[in-house]
């Protein structure tokens, strides 16, 4: 989440909570004009929003509280969509924290969304890129010295660009 999308949700949460409606205000049985209200906090407290004879402005008034929230999950959404040119487990991290810990990962086969797989396991690693979307992972210096299964084969090879890297695999 961001200052600009944080800065948003506060703003909706102070005015008002539930539903806004346009009212229309009837003059000898002739629609007059337009008022927004909120059951909640509005009709209460005999507080309503006035937009004269522009029902248009009256509906969008009206609307936009749910307008703006979702706006601003949008933009979380896009900001926060994993699509970070060097994804880091902290891009993870702020990406997840912002949903129930209940939720279950899928891992998707490509960009274009053409498979699907739960999330099941992950190992540390070392990825050396070989094209913008695609690589090879290798064992880390520490796993060769420390298990057997790996031997100095395992290891990246030198002179390539390597990095660190967290491996999730899926279930199939």
Same mark, same amino acid.
């Given at each position: 989440?961001?200052?600009?999308?944080?800065?948003?949700?506060?703003?909706?949460?102070?005015?008002?909570?539930?539903?806004?409606?346009?009212?229309?205000?009837?003059?000898?049985?002739?629609?007059?004009?337009?008022?927004?209200?909120?059951?909640?906090?509005? =009709?209460?407290?005999?507080?309503?929003?006035?937009? *004269?004879? $522009?029902? %248009?402005?009256?509906?969008?008034? @009206?609307?936009?509280?749910?307008?703006?929230?979702?706006?601003?999950?949008?933009?979380?959404?896009?900001?926060?969509?994993?699509?970070?040119?060097?994804?880091t487990v902290g891009d993870m991290i702020s990406t997840l924290v912002q949903?129930?810990?209940?939720? =279950?990962?899928?891992?998707?086969?490509?960009?274009? *969304?053409? $498979?699907? %797989?739960?999330?099941?396991?992950? @190992?540390?690693?070392?990825?050396?890129?070989?094209?913008?979307?695609?690589?090879?992972?290798?064992?880390?210096?520490?796993?060769?010295?420390?298990?057997?299964?790996?031997?100095?084969?395992?290891?990246?090879?030198?002179?390539?660009?390597?990095?660190?890297?967290?491996?999730?695999?899926?279930?199939?």
């Amino acid at each position: 989440m961001s200052e600009l999308t944080d800065h948003a949700r506060a703003s909706v949460s102070s005015v008002a909570d539930g539903e806004w409606e346009v009212d229309t205000v009837y003059a000898y049985g002739v629609p007059h004009s337009y008022r927004v209200t909120n059951c909640e906090r509005f =009709r209460e407290l005999r507080n309503d929003i006035g937009t *004269g004879t $522009d029902k %248009s402005l009256a509906e969008f008034i @009206a609307g936009s509280r749910e307008l703006i929230l979702a706006l601003a999950a949008r933009v979380d959404e896009l900001e926060c969509d994993g699509d970070h040119e060097d994804g880091t487990v902290g891009d993870m991290i702020s990406t997840l924290v912002q949903y129930p810990l209940d939720h =279950r990962i899928v891992l998707s086969s490509d960009a274009e *969304g053409n $498979d699907y %797989s739960p999330w099941h396991s992950y @190992a540390e690693g070392v990825y050396v890129p070989e094209y913008t979307w695609s690589g090879a992972v290798y064992a880390t210096k520490q796993q060769v010295a420390e298990d057997d299964d790996y031997t100095e084969d395992d290891l990246p090879p030198g002179g390539e660009e390597a990095f660190p890297a967290v491996v999730l695999y899926p279930r199939r």
